[in-house]
């Protein structure tokens, strides 16, 4: 009797996902054939259940597109992972988006590791396969940790063990939520860079905070010029030149941006005339992120 090696999940999964909770699973045919504990097991998609406490709300569809396409040609190389709920139901641990991907594809079936996990595990799981995502900006690393500290109820060091970071590095993501929504946003939206969202970090003041920013946006500003600034703000060098720069109208409209950013989660730009006439936008990165406006606005 043999055994097929287990594929890597990652230090935070593998150590979660332990093989000793692996439970033996059947495939899916008339016959009920019986599998290795620790092999694939081919479960037809319509049986899988999504995973609840999955973070991750929003999927590229060009992206997840392109994902079906390859599945096509040359089928799903990387099996999810489910757990058993019931008799024919399952429910899914990690590989969201190559579920996604396979049911655009057409498939009926899809190759998955059927494990043990409870609740507490899941949403962990969930959390750190969102946090290993090479494409994962700042904002939802920060807010991946934030709650698995909160849900998880872990402390900061074990919480770096699990995604195998230093304290330290945890610490400034968190760091990154006590900035102000409009901030948040341009770092999830890649306007301005984890660099830039540190120096902004040291400046106490919001109203200073949400200065430094407008200039970062406006001037391009690379993260030394701006270290620069923060410099100069917080010495007193630059206190003439933020009373001088700042407009008490304009500032007004930017606390509005930053009070509806907050509220929709997506930045806002209001753009007001000379006369007081204007417009409010509100950016959306896909149908489903409109739709999610749209429920707001109880469309």
Known sequence: MTYQKKIGLGKGLSALLDDTNTVQTTRQQADCEHVLLGSVSHIKINEIAVNPFQPRVEFDLAALQELAESIKLQGLIQPITVRKIGADSYQLISGERRLRASKLAGLMEIPAYVRTANDQQMLELALIENIQRENLNAIEIALSFHRMIEECNLKQEELGDRVSKNRSTVTNYLRLLKLPPTIQVSVRDGD??????RALISVEDVDKQLYVHGEIISKGLSVRKVEELVRSIQNGTAQKMFREKQNPAPF?????????????????????????AGSIEIPFLSEEDLNRILEMLDW
């Not at 301005?192 to 969202?197: D, L, P, V, Y």
């Not at 930017?254 to 929709?264: C, G």
Request: net charge positive; glycine share 10%.
């Open 192 to 197: 301005i860079s984890m660099g830039h969202a």
């Open 252 to 276: 007004q409209y930017q606390k509005i941006e930053d009070t509806l950013a907050s509220k929709f989660g997506s930045r806002v730009r209001l753009k007001v005339q000379s006369k007081g």
